[in-house]
């Protein structure tokens, strides 16, 4: 066993192994190191724009490479890079050839791959894709470690797009291709800030709380302060720059780091947090294993710090790793205090040692003394009951894996055993996997009623006595000649009912003085028709008549209005507004915040005042329906709907419409929830309440500061975000939040976090959520 070693300690720099600012070298585009056969892509317009062609600053053949489709998810320019590299930035032009072409990619997407195999999609801190502007040199940041780069164009117009590229970066000596890890925790101190020490650049795989198979914060060169609250990075929350993890659930932090090859190491180099008055200190020891070939080592390098007390400042630990060889390591770090906090890992390595072929010589010389068969057959038996007892953890792993999934979807299916509708659930009685084996009903099957659905959605929901206490006379509607209705597009449908878009003729004069919709001088207008289909059933029929009922009673600004109906012959339909500009999520989706260059170029923008009195009018609205006792089920940016002075009302018909699909998951082919949007007793134990609404909207505020670029947990499967929910409901620490938008403030993302609050008491109401948003919009 080696004994203890010396500790190194290294003053603070400002960068880990490679320095991003520095490693911005041209990788070989221009200048032709990257030879022609390193590049190719999935379709080229003409042989005189293949890839060869795609080269920065260059004008042979006719240009640039242009793909020979409109741009989409299939269209790519790739390059080899030969080895693996540090990439740190991408330069884009588009086509000139002598002041003869302008085709240029407005916007692409970078992925990227170590190995050629698994590709991998690169995100920059704040979770966006790379946007690109005529000839633009964009730096990476996170930047990636990879050895192949695809770029993707990405156009929102039907036009050609072609492409000149150059790539930065520097070779990436380290060699390492991936860590596994515990993921990072949440540290929540009483009169401090949340710091939330994930991993959020990792680029691997999350399950089960560990991180394998990628590469994140920890290799991206930048390391983090002294104060670990405080960051390099712009607009990110407290504690970005660390991966960080609490003594009471873990006894150590095991890592593994997989290289490229074999390799002789020298030292391992760990930029650690040393902030002890915040209960943070650097790991007291570590122990190293190391795995040349198929079996790890038994033999570890171990190594004790020196820990101080006096001087708080983050250091890197230098670990002297002995000469050892192998291409994969695994190291324990032992905590000194409550947390420990890594924000850089690096790794010293020199020519590959040949002491491990010395060994197996050595030992092929030793004399037989008669005792080698029997040891033999003792180490052939130790290695079969050592592969019997891993195959049945594996075993066990799996079934349990497939247990717990199928337990998820019964609870999504049968939610209510613990509280559906407006209970409270009793958590200590009740725990998930209880509820799992209930035989209660569907949640949309309780005595909440679902209002809305019958056409596919399920708006609004309310106590059922509330809908049981309304009459005919409660119908303020007024009947419209069905034949002034005149079909232009089939906005989505449900199980029983359709979403058409319709021109109303001569509605603004029958709706007469007062009427919502704006002058057209006799001119129809464009509504919403919602049309119960004739095969659906009696039930359907009598919830069609009650959505009628509630929807009359409605009046705000920002709610949908219910202008008329047709009820006096079948089939059953209800007329509501629509709005001209569409629903928020296309809107914000096909605009960039506003700027110099968008006014330059004439792209589509809004400003950040905009946004602001976007989540106002929704707040305002919300708390219109949390007055009278409404809960919407589904706020997202897809149901609120826009008008030409952005005017919002809160609407319904995400559900109904194809092109938001995606956004519902879909259970044993009965029902669909906005599982993303959805809040943890929703998901679980079927509970739905004004208090799981404000999830909602903290989700639809989330939505409005990334210009809908992305969807909600873009990163989780729909599985993966039904198991974050378990982990909302066991509060340990590991549950996954969504990051914060660069756009959006500070003081605002902290009240997105309060909506997600675990407990639903701690959660804001819409009318304080209204009356905080409000200053902003006076103060933009």
Not at 5 to 12: D, K, P, R, Y
Not at 618 to 634: C, E, P, Q, T, W
Not at 681 to 696: M, N, P, Q, R, Y
């Amino acid at each position: 066993m080696h004994l203890f070693l010396l500790l190194i300690l290294q003053a603070t720099a400002a960068i880990g192994q490679i320095d991003p600012a520095h490693c911005r070298y041209p990788l070989g585009m221009e200048d032709g190191r990257i030879k022609d056969d390193a590049l190719k892509a999935s379709s080229q317009w003409h042989e005189t724009t293949g890839p060869q062609y795609a080269r920065l600053n260059r004008e042979e053949g006719h240009g640039a490479w242009c793909p020979a489709a409109q741009p989409s998810v299939s269209q790519y320019l790739e390059v080899d890079l030969g080895r693996l590299t540090f990439l740190t930035v991408i330069g884009t032009q588009g086509r000139y050839i002598r002041n003869s072409g302008n085709e240029f990619a407005r916007e692409y997407r970078v992925n990227y791959s170590r190995d050629g195999k698994l590709w991998k999609s690169w995100r920059n801190r704040q979770g966006n894709e790379v946007n690109a502007y005529n000839s633009v040199i964009k730096d990476l940041r996170p930047p990636i470690v990879t050895r192949y780069v695809r770029l993707l164009p990405v156009t929102r117009l039907s036009t050609t797009i072609c492409m000149r590229v150059e790539l930065y970066g520097c070779s990436w000596d380290d060699g390492l291709i991936s860590y596994s890890a515990p993921e990072g925790q949440r540290m929540q101190p009483p009169g401090y800030p949340i710091a939330n020490l994930n991993d959020s650049t990792y680029d691997g795989v999350h399950e089960r709380g560990k991180l394998f198979g990628g590469l994140g914060q920890l290799t991206d060169g930048v390391i983090g302060q002294d104060d670990f609250t405080r960051t390099h990075e712009y607009s990110v929350w407290p504690g970005y720059d660390y991966l960080g993890w609490k003594n009471d659930s873990l006894e150590h932090v095991e890592m593994e780091f997989v290289f490229d090859r074999q390799r002789n190491f020298t030292s391992m180099k760990v930029h650690s947090n040393n902030m002890f008055s915040r209960d943070v200190k650097i790991f007291s020891s570590v122990s190293c294993w190391f795995k040349p070939h198929f079996v790890w080592e038994a033999e570890p390098v171990e190594f004790r710090t020196v820990l101080d007390d006096r001087n708080p400042s983050a250091r890197y630990v230098t670990v002297d790793l002995n000469h050892r060889t192998a291409k994969s390591l695994r190291c324990r770090f032992y905590f000194a205090d409550v947390w420990m906090m890594f924000s850089e890992i690096s790794f010293q390595s020199g020519n590959k040692h040949t002491h491990v072929q010395t060994k197996v010589q050595n030992t092929s010389v030793t004399p037989d003394d008669g005792k080698t068969p029997i040891l033999i057959g003792c180490l052939v038996t130790i290695i079969l009951l050592l592969v019997i007892i891993i195959f049945l953890i594996l075993w066990c792993q799996y079934v349990c894996k497939v247990l717990e999934k199928t337990l998820i979807k019964q609870a999504l299916v049968f939610p209510t055993a613990c509280g559906g509708g407006y209970a409270e659930p009793d958590i200590t009685q009740c725990t998930p996997h209880q509820c799992f084996h209930s035989n209660a009903p569907h949640y949309a099957e309780t005595d909440i009623v679902r209002l809305q659905g019958v056409t596919g959605s399920n708006m609004y929901a309310v106590p059922a006595l509330t809908v049981d206490s309304l009459t005919r006379k409660d119908i303020s509607a007024a009947e419209f000649p069905r034949q002034q209705l005149i079909f232009r597009e089939k906005l989505g449908e449900g199980q029983f009912g359709e979403v058409h878009l319709c021109e109303a003729e001569g509605l603004p004069e029958f709706l007469g003085e007062g009427s919502p919709l704006p002058d057209r001088d006799g001119h129809s207008v464009l509504v919403a028709v919602k049309q119960l289909r004739a095969d659906a059933t009696s039930q359907a029929r009598n919830d069609f008549l009650k959505e009628i009922k509630i929807m009359s009673r409605l009046n705000d600004p920002n709610i949908i209005r219910l202008l008329c109906v047709c009820v006096s012959s079948d089939p059953l339909c209800m007329v509501t507004e629509y709005m001209e500009n569409g629903d928020l999520n296309m809107f914000l989706s096909q605009r960039e915040i506003e700027s110099t260059l968008t006014h330059a170029n004439n792209i589509p923008s809004v400003s950040l005042s905009d946004l602001l009195h976007m989540a106002v009018q929704i707040s305002s609205g919300m708390k219109y329906l949390a007055s009278l006792n409404f809960v919407h089920r589904d706020l997202a940016t897809r149901n609120c709907l826009l008008d030409r002075r952005l005017t919002i009302k809160i609407a319904d018909f995400g559900m109904s419409r194809n092109l938001y699909s995606s956004d519902y998951y879909r259970i044993q082919g009965r029902a669909v929830l906005p599982i993303r949007w959805m809040a943890w007793e929703s998901i679980l134990l079927g509970k739905f309440t004004t208090a799981s609404d404000v999830w909602a909207f903290g989700v639809t505020l989330w939505e409005i500061f990334t210009l809908c670029k992305e969807q909600p947990y873009s990163l989780l499967s729909d599985e993966q975000v039904i198991e974050n929910t378990g982990e909302f409901f066991r509060n340990q620490g590991r549950q996954i939040f969504l990051y914060a938008p660069p756009l959006c403030p500070p003081s605002l993302f902290e009240l997105m976090m309060r909506c997600w609050s675990r407990d639903i008491p701690d959660r804001p109401t819409f009318e304080g959520l209204y009356q905080a948003l409000k200053p902003h919009v006076n103060q933009s």
